[in-house]
């Protein structure tokens, strides 16, 4: 490995709250120095960041990978380059591919090929039934032994609540984290927020008590087994103010949002825009408020891009037909700036919400001291670009902020130490 030497940045350490212009020096794959290098150091290569924001790499918490399975939409290769080209150094991939990921040995093999490319780390969901099919669990004892570190359904509601029961049951035994999307199967048959505008536009409605009536059984069912749950994706203020209230009773749930939801609404549908299409859907102005506050005062714990690859036949359908989803690791870091700029929310607040917390549910540090992995992305935050499919890495070019200009690129991205990305024009 080269001693890299990271000079005159700013840098941004959530994790500790600092914010300073020092240099950075990395060896071995960690921190070995900060604002002054190690007695003997000597530095292989430097990167001169002066003018640049140092911060610690990006941990996406919901990335689709597409691979195996997929691999019309997007491949490994392509996603995990699309990852390190946003500064995203570690990645949570659900476990709905094809197949599922309910077998140690596809588990072993995913990792392997993520190891293989030296990109970004990859942190694999195992299946929490068998094919996602909600009606066998998993042996999550073996899949958690061959490196998951999670358990989902993936978009996939757990319809039976016995199967649930026992998984929570299973998951508390073993100390295992369960990742849910809260959504009630029988009230989850539409295809946009149930509201004024889906009714004016002649499109089925999801009703926001989809998500509340099954927020409600899991946090009854924590209570109950002691599970450990994060709920992912929350769209409603409903379901907020449930999760609210259940922190403050001490239940240890966490949660997420997606990078879209914090910017969009229904309305944004526009002319039956495919692009807005999502899984939960677009909500209204008053719930995507909701979730602005909610980031604010802590009810939700972290961002994640919901990252989504689709091919073109996916999308190029009317918008009941389309496949739900968009591409995100490329935009989740001009994304967050844009939110916090809007909010008038600090840098330090804004990237803990995208690198610190996540990095905490996964087990680690994510911060600037001596000590920790040197995974570490340099971002100018006052660069100007143009969504366009050509400037997009990943295979999927569906996102609804296409042809929108975003402020903030990543210019340097190291993962283990190693610079993996830079941006050239």
């Given at each position: 490995?080269?001693?890299?030497?990271i000079?005159?940045?700013?840098?941004i350490?959530?994790l500790?709250?600092?914010?300073?212009?020092a240099?950075?020096?990395l060896?071995?794959?960690?921190?070995?120095?900060?604002?002054?290098?190690?007695?003997?150091y000597?530095s292989?290569?430097?990167?001169?960041?002066?003018?640049?924001?140092?911060?610690?790499?990006?941990?996406?918490?919901?990335?689709?990978?597409?691979?195996?399975?997929?691999?019309?939409?997007?491949?490994?290769?392509?996603?995990?380059?699309?990852?390190v080209?946003?500064g995203?150094?570690?990645?949570?991939?659900?476990?709905?591919?094809?197949?599922?990921?309910?077998?140690?040995?596809?588990?072993?093999?995913?990792?392997?090929?993520?190891?293989?490319?030296?990109?970004?780390?990859?942190?694999?969901?195992?299946?929490?039934?068998?094919?996602?099919?909600?009606r066998?669990?998993?042996?999550?004892?073996?899949?958690?032994?061959?490196?998951?570190?999670?358990?989902?359904?993936?978009?996939q509601a757990?319809?039976?609540?016995?199967?649930?029961y026992?998984?929570?049951?299973?998951?508390?035994?073993?100390?295992?984290a369960?990742?849910?999307?809260?959504?009630?199967?029988?009230?989850?048959?539409g295809?946009?927020?149930?509201g004024?505008?889906?009714?004016?536009?002649?499109?089925?409605?999801?009703?926001?008590?989809?998500e509340?009536?099954?927020?409600?059984?899991?946090?009854?069912?924590?209570?109950?087994?002691?599970?450990?749950?994060?709920?992912?994706?929350?769209s409603?203020?409903?379901?907020?103010?449930?999760?609210?209230?259940?922190k403050?009773?001490?239940?240890?749930?966490t949660?997420?949002?997606?990078i879209?939801?914090?910017?969009?609404?229904?309305?944004?549908?526009?002319?039956f825009?495919?692009?807005?299409?999502f899984?939960?859907p677009?909500r209204?102005?008053?719930?995507?408020?909701?979730?602005v506050?909610?980031?604010?005062?802590?009810?939700?714990?972290?961002?994640?891009?919901?990252?989504?690859?689709?091919?073109?036949?996916?999308?190029?359908?009317?918008?009941?037909?389309?496949?739900?989803?968009?591409?995100?690791?490329?935009?989740?870091?001009p994304?967050?700036?844009?939110w916090?700029?809007?909010q008038?929310?600090?840098?330090?607040?804004?990237?803990?919400?995208?690198?610190?917390?996540?990095?905490k549910?996964?087990?680690?540090?994510?911060?600037?001291?001596?000590?920790?992995?040197?995974?570490?992305?340099?971002?100018?935050?006052e660069?100007?670009w143009?969504?366009?499919?050509?400037?997009?890495?990943?295979q999927?070019?569906?996102?609804?902020f296409?042809?929108?200009?975003m402020?903030?690129?990543?210019?340097?991205?190291?993962?283990?130490?190693?610079?993996?990305?830079q941006?050239?024009a």
């Amino acid at each position: 490995m080269k001693n890299i030497a990271i000079l005159g940045g700013r840098l941004i350490d959530p994790l500790h709250n600092t914010d300073q212009i020092a240099d950075l020096y990395l060896a071995d794959g960690k921190i070995v120095g900060v604002g002054a290098a190690p007695a003997g150091y000597v530095s292989d290569e430097t990167i001169d960041a002066q003018g640049l924001l140092v911060s610690p790499g990006l941990v996406d918490l919901a990335a689709r990978l597409r691979e195996p399975g997929f691999e019309y939409k997007a491949t490994l290769a392509s996603e995990m380059a699309a990852a390190v080209a946003g500064g995203v150094t570690s990645i949570m991939c659900p476990p709905d591919t094809d197949p599922p990921l309910d077998e140690p040995s596809l588990v072993t093999m995913l990792r392997q090929r993520a190891k293989n490319l030296d990109l970004a780390r990859l942190y694999p969901v195992g299946a929490l039934s068998r094919q996602l099919k909600g009606r066998e669990l998993t042996d999550m004892a073996e899949l958690r032994d061959a490196g998951c570190v999670a358990f989902s359904q993936g978009d996939q509601a757990v319809g039976d609540l016995q199967i649930l029961y026992r998984a929570m049951q299973y998951a508390a035994t073993f100390n295992v984290a369960l990742r849910l999307l809260p959504q009630e199967a029988d009230l989850n048959a539409g295809v946009a927020h149930d509201g004024d505008y889906a009714t004016r536009m002649g499109l089925v409605g999801i009703p926001v008590l989809a998500e509340t009536v099954a927020i409600s059984n899991i946090l009854l069912l924590m209570k109950e087994t002691g599970a450990r749950v994060h709920l992912c994706r929350l769209s409603s203020m409903a379901g907020l103010d449930l999760v609210r209230t259940a922190k403050k009773q001490g239940l240890p749930v966490t949660c997420d949002v997606s990078i879209n939801h914090i910017h969009l609404a229904d309305v944004d549908i526009g002319f039956f825009d495919s692009n807005y299409r999502f899984d939960p859907p677009l909500r209204s102005v008053r719930d995507r408020d909701a979730i602005v506050a909610a980031l604010a005062d802590g009810t939700i714990d972290a961002i994640c891009s919901d990252h989504s690859p689709i091919d073109d036949d996916g999308k190029l359908l009317p918008f009941a037909e389309a496949e739900p989803g968009a591409t995100g690791l490329e935009l989740l870091l001009p994304l967050t700036l844009a939110w916090a700029a809007r909010q008038h929310i600090s840098l330090s607040q804004a990237l803990a919400k995208i690198s610190a917390v996540p990095a905490k549910m996964l087990g680690f540090d994510a911060g600037l001291a001596v000590g920790n992995r040197a995974d570490l992305v340099v971002f100018d935050p006052e660069a100007h670009w143009q969504v366009t499919p050509a400037a997009l890495k990943s295979q999927g070019k569906n996102t609804p902020f296409v042809g929108m200009e975003m402020k903030g690129r990543v210019m340097h991205t190291l993962v283990k130490g190693k610079r993996v990305y830079q941006f050239s024009a």
